[in-house]
């Protein structure tokens, strides 16, 4: 039986596809628009003594991905969470609280939440499991990106299978502040190593607070006769798991609001979860 191939919803939602010529044969090239508000250090009044409002510089971010993969390769694709993690980090930015931060990102997959993070904070770490070439996209990416990159910009494997770790990886871990994860609860053995993975980061030299997006994938069972969302179930229970049996891992967890501005195009679709934890209280 041929794998299953599976293909991002946003792709059906909005055309951001192009017609330049991509590096690797298959891919795609997509240009991802946002907007950029510019942070304002004073107020401003023109003439009239009315509020000057400086409207927001239109952005792109240039992606080269597949268009279609198998599940083990669906990083090498652009999901929603991406962009909801995007929002979050341009709002964080424009408040200054990524200003002289270290941001590691698990899962990076094509680098798009990366680039919006180095684009505020002091550095930024990509990484990603070195498999079906997703970390020399990533490095593909960002020199397609480089106009956005404003931080120092590192690209590392990081298989949340793999418990040995090299030395520059766990240097950078100790360094990290702010942690991102955006889409990565599709498959409940790759959760189990996630969740693993992100107990080892958060208790190395806390405080570091991880900022995670989801997207709830409903399925309909026989077993509950009802549509449930199994992976985000086990993600739960797993973190749970951590806080309940583990003394050294009592993690502040908070369900964040989606209050903040909307920048990038897409639909926030009501599935889509935005997750605070924190190895110290938030």
């Known amino acids: 039986m041929p794998e299953l191939k599976v293909t991002s919803e946003i792709y059906s939602e909005y055309d951001y596809q192009t017609t330049k010529d991509p590096s690797i044969e298959g891919n795609v090239i997509s240009e991802f628009p946002f ?28 992606i080269e991905h597949s268009p279609r993969t198998n599940i083990a390769l669906v990083g090498l694709q652009v999901w929603r969470g991406a962009f909801l993690l995007g929002d979050l980090l341009i709002s964080l930015g ?11 990102e ?39 990106n480089a106009q956005l990159i404003k931080s120092v910009f590192k690209v590392l494997p990081l298989d949340f299978t793999e418990t040995s770790w090299s030395e520059e990886l766990s240097r ?20 189990a190593a996630f969740v693993s993975t992100l107990q080892r980061i958060l208790n190395t ?20 006769l009802d549509s449930v969302a199994p992976c985000y179930e086990t993600f739960l229970t797993l973190i749970d798991k951590v806080n309940t049996d583990n003394p050294h891992s009592k ?32």
Request: charge should be negative; include cysteine; proline fraction near 5%.
């Open 94 to 104: 424009l408040r200054g609280e990524l200003a002289g931060r270290t941001v590691l």
């Open 172 to 191: 950078e871990v100790a360094d990290t502040d702010i942690i991102l994860a955006a889409d990565v609860i599709y498959d409940d053995d790759i959760t």
């Open 251 to 282: 993690w502040t967890m908070e369900l964040l609001p989606l209050n903040f501005p909307k920048y990038f195009t897409y639909e926030r679709a009501k599935e889509l979860l935005l997750w605070k934890i924190c190895s110290t209280p938030c």
């Open 205 to 224: 030299r806390p405080p570091k607070t991880l900022y995670m997006a989801l997207e709830k994938r409903y399925v309909f069972t026989i077993e509950h």
């Open 106 to 144: 698990l899962g990076a997959g094509t680098g798009i939440t990366s680039f919006v993070a180095s684009m505020y904070a002091k550095r930024v770490v990509c990484t990603d499991i070195n498999y079906g070439g997703i970390l020399d996209l990533i490095k593909l990416n960002s020199k397609n």
């Open 35 to 62: 907007l950029l508000p510019k942070k304002k250090e004073t107020l401003t009044f023109d003439e009239d003594s009315d509020l000057d409002v400086e409207r927001p510089k239109k952005e792109v971010i240039r």
